[in-house]
């Protein structure tokens, strides 16, 4: 009699041991949710994980602990999750780009292909997935495809840095320079600050044979990538003048005048200067040790050197005969 009650009881007022599961998932989720918008991804992959443990069909939990544990490196597992939700729910773009980047990131080409062509035949706009199929044929070396799949992603998505920075990246491997150029400057207008793009730039002006433009854009990129605590201990290297200088990939001296303005300067006595004032430090000659009782064997001139090759092969050859 005491035990039916106690079951009346629960089923009146704690509920079903299935409802409670379902609620302490719904919380860890909710948990995870936030972990996850404030991108403390370890903690969040944690309570996704802790909810399946409470329902392991909770559909929310099982996406974004595949999509947290893409965003972690572990890709075997993101792979375990994503596959099991699209078994559920097979048009969601999100799973079906993280599953794409994930395949991606595991060279798994043709698996990554066919989940993202699903994407795009989802959603024709989605410029992710045209972004993503880019990405694939680039990394195939197959360059022309990856310009059209990335032609179709800035459809989708006009003056996507991203996108433009790997179709200029694409033009390049085709030696395509001008549409290279023109790419990686729109990216400038959203990216200054970039010092990848004024390295790529400076390579393209490099092969249009633009070495002063290639300077800045080599220099450019250098400032950029120095921090700011490394830039204040580092001196700018000056010429005779205490001008600035700086060499491009083409060995192309630049200086900048008082106005500014890129002044080519370009021969070979300067640059020798520069390399001695780069290298003031005298190198310490390293005498080879030599073992107990052995003998230190001088340097002899050319001519002694072949006369002495050659009173040896003929001593070979009377030998021989």
């Known amino acids: 009699m005491a035990s039916q009650e106690k079951q009346n009881a629960g089923a009146s007022g704690g509920g079903s041991a299935d409802q409670i599961s379902g609620s302490k998932a719904e919380g860890l989720y909710a948990a995870g949710m936030e972990h996850y918008s404030n991108r403390r991804y370890v903690d969040a992959a944690a309570s996704f994980a802790q909810a399946l443990v409470q329902s392991n069909r909770h559909p929310g939990a099982l996406k974004y602990l595949g999509i947290t544990s893409y965003l972690l490196g572990r890709y075997p597992k993101a792979i375990e999750c994503l596959v099991q939700f699209l078994e559920r729910e097979p048009d969601d773009e999100q799973a079906l780009w993280h599953t794409g980047l994930t395949c991606l990131e595991m060279v798994r080409f043709s698996e990554a292909e066919r989940v993202l062509r699903r994407l795009v035949t989802v959603n024709p706009r989605s ?7 880019g990405m694939i044929f680039y990394r195939r070396g197959l360059y022309g495809e ?3 799949m990335l032609r179709k992603a800035l ?3 006009p003056n996507d840095p991203d996108v433009l920075f790997q179709l200029g990246e694409a033009f390049n491997k085709l030696d395509q320079v001008d549409p290279a150029v023109e790419c990686f400057e729109s990216v400038l207008k959203s990216q200054p600050d970039n010092p990848k793009v004024y390295y790529n730039l400076g390579i393209l002006y ?5 070495p002063e433009r290639a300077s800045l854009m080599y220099r450019q990129a250098k400032e950029l990538s120095v921090s700011g605590e490394r830039r204040a201990k580092t001196a700018p290297v000056k010429d005779v003048a205490d001008k600035g200088l700086f060499f491009s990939r083409s060995l192309t ?4 005048s008082p106005e500014s303005q890129p002044v080519a300067g370009v021969d070979r006595d300067r ?5 001695r004032r780069q290298n003031r430090k005298k190198q310490r000659r390293v005498t080879p040790e030599v073992a107990p009782g052995a003998e230190k064997i001088g340097t002899m001139d050319l001519t002694k050197a072949s006369l002495k090759i050659e009173e040896a092969l003929r001593t070979i050859k009377e ?3």
């Open 127 to 133: 410029a992710q997935g045209w972004r993503g199929l």
């Open 146 to 148: 990856a310009v059209n």
């Open 155 to 157: 459809e989708a998505e």
């Open 206 to 210: 490099d092969k249009k044979s633009l």
């Open 253 to 256: 001296l630049v200086s900048e």
């Open 271 to 275: 640059y020798e200067k520069f390399s």
């Open 319 to 321: 030998k021989r005969v």
